[in-house]
């Protein structure tokens, strides 16, 4: 696939998930996925959805923790950037802390790569201090 085909993978992908449609969303993953979100000590234990994830099965769990732990608006999307078979996303996004009632927000980028029309690798980038103070 080109470039211009890959950013439409991932503008579809966002689509999906805006819309509510999940199942779609995870069709346009790779069985094998490497899909991982910012990893760190200082999240508190509610942060439970912040693992390395393998199969679409696993990610759809970790939305499904997301979503427990995280009542989030939607993503405000400034760039889609493509190079190759990489898709670079910059955005920003809010949120609430279920448990506390504290409020989240930080800008971020996304890089997935993709093979043959799917979504073989997903990095999530931003700064997880807001995140694990609206936890605590």
Known sequence: MN????????????????????????????????????????????????????????VAQFFQELNEGAETEPFEIAAFIAQGERVVVEGRNRGRARVTGRSYEHDWVMVFTLRDGKIVRHRHYYDTSDVAIAFR
């Open 3 to 58: 470039e211009q085909e890959n950013v439409r993978v991932i503008q579809d992908l966002f689509a999906a998930f805006g819309r509510g449609d999940a199942q779609g969303a995870l069709a346009m993953l790779a069985e094998d996925v490497d899909w991982q979100s910012p990893v760190t000590r200082t999240y508190p234990p509610e942060i439970t959805w912040a693992s390395p994830r393998h199969t679409p099965q696993q």
